[in-house]
Every structure is written in C-alpha cells, then in structure tokens.
C-alpha cells in the first residue's frame, strides 16, 4: 500500500510539472510578438528581376540576338572613345595661334555651320540607306568618317612641317605669299574637319541606338539601355582621362591619326 501511494504521488508530481511547463510555453508563445509579414515587390520590379534571372540563366545559350547587341554597344563604346581622340586636337588646333584661326569669331561660325551640314549628311545617308541597307549605311559612314580624319591629319602633318621650314627663311614678298596660302590651306582643312567631326558624332551614335532600338523590345530597352549608355559613358571618360598623356607622347596631329585608326576599327 506504501509503495502504491508513493507511486501516484510521483505519477501526480510529474503530471503537474508537466502541465507547469505546458502552461509556460504557452505564455512564451503569447508573448513573442506576432512576425510581420514580408512586403511584395512592385509588378515592374518583379518583371525587371525576372528579365535579368532569366537573361542570366540562358547566358550559356548565346543567341544571335545577344551578339548583335554586345557587339553593337562595344562599337558605340570604341566610337565615343574615338571621338574624345579626335575632339581634343581639333578644336586646340582650330584655335592655335599658328595653323589656325586667330579671330575668336571662327569658332562660333564653324559651330553654326553644323546644322545645315547635317542637314545635307543626312541626305546622303538616306540614298545610301535606300540602296544599301543599314548595315551598309554604318559602316560606309563610319569608315568615310575615319578616312577623312586621317587624310585631313597627313595634310596637316605635311603644311605644318612646311610653315615652320618657311618661318626659319628670311623674309621676302615670295616667301610671305607662299607662307599666306599654306595658312589659308591649313584653316580650310580645319574648318572642314571641325564641322565635319561635330556633325558625325551625333550622325554614327543616332545609328547604334537606333540598331539597338530596333532588335530589343520595351521591355528589354527599359532594363538594358542605362548599362548601354553607362558603358559607353565609362569607355569615353577612360579615353578623355588618356588624352593628356597621349599628346605628350605622339602629339596633337599623331593622335588625330590615332582617332582615325580607333573609329576605323568600330566598323
């Protein structure tokens, strides 16, 4: 009988602690603070990040669509660079005190110049665009565009070579003539080139962007055109940030020379 009422005390003990801890558990679980529930991302965020997941999921799979944009937008990038090499020995020559024009009224008038000059560029590409296509129609702008900066900085390199030959010989009514036509010779040239360079700028990049306008869909354009332009961005400001050092290495005329050859190679 001992034995069976120390039995049910132990029995009785052990169910009250345990109902104890039953009870604090569930006062621990009415305390803690109910969890928030997480907040939905917007539809056009949600849309964006399944554009990029699937995008890069499927980068094994390069399709042609893919390449077509890459290789557009490396050319746009080498073309902005191209054209801060050309840019910086342009307009210190067009301003130079030697080759080129003193009067301040020169650069203004050049800038001028540029709208109608554009104007008639344009026609030209609309001929050419007709008969031969886009891709054509870039690559035959870009390389005329090339070609012209390098015969333009050869030109150049030729008359400066001979205004200094000609400053050296004393002076006399033949010399100061021959001397008058090479310097109207070299301000032609830059005038020429200044409009013509100020003009092809906006008349090659309006065509990478339209290529790219007319593969990709809105939706990609939204996620993938500020990378395009922030790369081309980059790409050009890396080149400006060289200038400096390339014209004390080669000069203003050899990196003229090196524009050509960088635009050249966006075709």
């Known amino acids: 009988a001992n034995n069976t009422q120390n039995s049910d005390s132990k029995s009785s003990s052990i169910n009250s602690s345990s109902n104890d801890s039953c009870n604090n558990i569930n006062d621990n ?150 001397l008058l036509d090479t310097h109207m010779i070299t301000k032609s040239l830059l005038f020429a080139i200044f409009v013509f360079q100020s003009a092809n700028v906006q008349f090659l990049y309006t065509q990478h962007w339209s290529f790219l306008g007319s593969i990709l869909t809105a939706e990609e354009g939204k996620v993938w055109f500020a990378p395009i332009a922030g790369l081309g961005s980059v790409i050009s400001t890396l080149a400006a940030a060289n200038v400096a050092k390339l014209v004390d290495s080669i000069g203003l005329i050899g990196l003229l020379c090196c524009a050509a050859l960088v635009i050249g190679s966006s075709s």
Request: glycine fraction near 4%; hydrophobic fraction near 40%; aromatic fraction near 10%.
């Open 29 to 178: 679980n009415d305390n803690t603070p109910p969890s928030k529930s997480p907040q939905s991302p917007s539809p056009s965020k949600m849309r964006h990040q399944n554009m990029i997941s699937n995008f890069l999921s499927s980068k094994i799979q390069i399709t042609p669509k893919h390449k077509a944009v890459f290789y557009m937008s490396l050319c746009m990038g080498i073309h902005f660079s191209g054209h801060e090499f050309a840019r910086a020995p342009i307009t210190s020559l067009f301003t130079s005190k030697d080759i080129g024009f003193k009067n301040s009224a020169a650069l203004p008038l050049a800038v001028g110049v540029v709208c109608p000059f554009s104007i008639i560029m344009l026609y030209i590409f609309k001929k050419v665009l007709q008969h031969h296509g886009p891709r054509h129609a870039l690559m035959q702008s870009t390389l005329v565009y090339a070609s012209c900066l390098f015969s333009v900085a050869l030109a150049l390199n030729y008359f400066t070579t001979r205004i200094d030959g000609q400053q050296h010989i004393r002076t006399s009514t033949s010399n100061m003539m021959e």
